[in-house]
C-alpha cells in the first residue's frame, strides 16, 4: 500500500449494516507512502492508523511517474 498526504483512505464496514469510513491522510510516516497514516474524519477527528486488508488508498490525483531511460 502507498499513499501520499491528501488522499484518501477507504476503510470497508466488517459487519452487515456498519458503513465505509472515509480519512484523509493528513501525514504519512513510513517509508515509501508505506503505512502508518496520521488520517483525519470529517469530524476533525485524527488517529494513527496501519491500516488492514479491508482498506484501500484513493489517490486524489495523478502522480506523473519518472521516464525510462533506455
Known sequence: MEAHTGDRL???GRT???HDKV???VEV???GGAPPYRVRFADG???LIS???DSVVQHTHVR???PETP
Open 16 to 18: 452487515v449494516g456498519q
Open 51 to 53: 491500516p488492514g486488508p
Open 64 to 66: 506523473k511517474q519518472a
Open 45 to 47: 477527528h485524527e488517529h
Open 23 to 25: 480519512a484523509e491522510i
Open 29 to 31: 510516516l513510513g517509508a
Open 10 to 12: 477507504l476503510t470497508h
